[in-house]
């Protein structure tokens, strides 16, 4: 993590390595490095089938686990039918996929030291707005089919509320169409920021308790360990940041969904 | 800044991956298992339902069972309260039927061995007169040597008794 001797780059935990040789890999003119983000990808992909495998056993009577599954399709069920109604059943293989996958990819970029030790860093793809990006485009993609599907060029009544003076109408549409082009940013950048930010402060203050215990015992004493309790404090608080941004990232994207089937 | 430094060599592998990984996700994970699991919720959820529906019917059939069963057995009780009460009143009939029919019978008897007792008195009473008309000539003939005539013992000996 130590870019320079003795300096600590809150950043480098970001940097995108290729691993296995895979530097050169391309598919029409264009790299598609086997890196560690993908890696991790892979990995909480690979966690999530492990949960749902869990979920599989189809008793009448649920074990524990079971139970924990069937809690997490049942809550996004019900997300979905709170904000769009019966129509939004069939988007629960999208939106649960979308807010499992992050919520795996925020809790395991969080996975603690004793891996950092044998040389293994998680790798947190979500902090990286490539990835964020593509998420939200997905849901931005799907907004636009569905909303030009169903109600066709009547869909560009959503950037006109109901009861806008005639006078009003064409300021009043550009701004709507302003706010829901910047929608797929939005849903973008809050979750890389919120990730990335969680990431560098930890990383800022481990660099602290690194530092002080350089400087002397006494240092190391008197710095270092009101840091640490710091560090727990927030790391608690990231493990909840985890949480709460696979939620919003899911939630809003039902809602945007939402404006597609019924308009308002 | 990694996420922008190394945006333009990156961008490619992370699309890519991305787009791979996550639709494997998509398709194995939400299209596959998921629906399964919310059928396996919706299965359970019937289940309880036509459960309970079952339990309330079979409460319903129970309680309607035992109210036919009280009322039959109501009815049982009334009708064999009634079939004692005839019994009862059948047989104090029979017995003051026979009673009266065995009172008539002592009656009879006692009136009978009433009347035989006092014809047996009247015959000891007659006999005794004659036995003391003749143990009274005898005491006179053996006393007085007086050879009295029988009327006239006899007459003498009804006086006495009659006087006592």
Redesign the interface.
């Known amino acids: 993590m130590a870019a320079e001797a003795g300096k600590v780059d809150p950043?480098?935990q970001?940097?995108?390595e290729?691993l296995f040789g895979s530097n050169n890999?391309e598919?029409a003119g264009?790299?598609?490095?086997?890196?560690n983000?993908?890696l991790w990808?892979?990995i909480a992909?690979a966690a999530?089938?492990l949960f749902?495998i869990g979920?599989?056993k189809?008793?009448?009577v649920?074990n524990r686990w079971?139970m924990a599954?069937?809690t997490f399709?049942?809550f996004i069920?019900d997300t979905l039918q709170a904000n769009i109604g019966k129509e939004g059943r069939k988007y629960?293989?999208?939106i649960?996929?979308l807010f499992?996958?992050i919520l795996f990819a925020n809790l395991m970029g969080l996975l603690p030291l004793p891996l950092a030790i044998v040389g293994v860093h998680p790798f947190t793809?979500t902090?990286?707005?490539?990835?964020t990006g593509?998420?939200a485009l997905?849901t931005f993609l799907i907004v636009l089919v569905v909303g030009f599907w169903k109600h066709g060029l009547h869909f560009f009544s959503l950037f006109v509320p109901h009861g806008t003076p005639m006078l009003m109408i064409p300021l009043i549409f550009v701004v709507e169409l302003f706010s829901f082009l910047v929608r797929p940013f939005s849903l973008a950048l809050r979750l890389?920021v919120a990730m990335?930010a969680g990431h560098v402060l930890l990383e800022i203050l481990a660099s602290f308790i690194v530092d002080s215990a350089n400087a002397g015992a006494g240092w190391g004493l008197v710095i270092g360990i009101p840091i640490m309790v710091l560090m727990l404090a927030i790391s608690a608080l990231e493990i909840l940041v985890a949480g709460i941004q696979a939620y919003v990232f899911a939630l809003l994207s039902t809602l945007y969904i939402n404006d597609a089937e019924n308009l308002h | 800044?990694?996420?922008l430094s190394?945006?333009a060599?990156?961008?490619?592998?992370?699309?890519?991956?991305?787009?791979a990984?996550?639709g494997?996700?998509?398709f194995?994970?939400?299209?596959g298992?998921?629906?399964?699991?919310?059928?396996?919720?919706t299965?359970?959820d019937q289940?309880i339902q036509q459960d309970l529906t079952a339990a309330e019917a079979a409460r319903t059939k129970a309680d309607e069972e035992e109210e036919a069963w009280r009322k039959r057995e109501n009815d049982n009780r009334a009708q064999s309260q009634a079939l004692i009460n005839q019994a009862r009143v059948a047989a104090a009939e029979q017995v003051a039927a026979r009673l009266e029919v065995a009172q008539a019978g002592f009656d009879e008897k006692i009136a009978d061995a009433e009347a035989q007792i006092a014809a047996a008195r009247l015959a000891a009473t007659a006999e005794i007169e004659a036995v003391a008309s003749d143990a009274a000539q005898d005491i006179v003939e053996r006393v007085a040597g007086m050879h009295i005539a029988p009327q006239t013992a006899s007459a003498a000996v009804k006086e006495v008794m009659i006087h006592g």
């Open positions: 950043m480098h970001f940097t995108i290729p890999w598919i264009f790299n598609i490095a086997f890196t983000s993908a990808m892979a992909a999530l089938w749902m979920g599989m189809r008793q009448l649920p079971q599954v069937e399709t049942g069920d629960v293989p999208y649960f996929s499992m996958f793809f902090s990286h707005f490539t990835v593509i998420l997905l890389f990335m | 800044m990694p996420q190394q945006l060599e990156t961008y490619a592998s992370q699309i890519f991956w991305l787009l990984i996550f494997l996700v998509f194995v994970i939400g299209r298992m998921v629906p399964k699991v919310m059928d396996t919720v299965t359970r289940q």
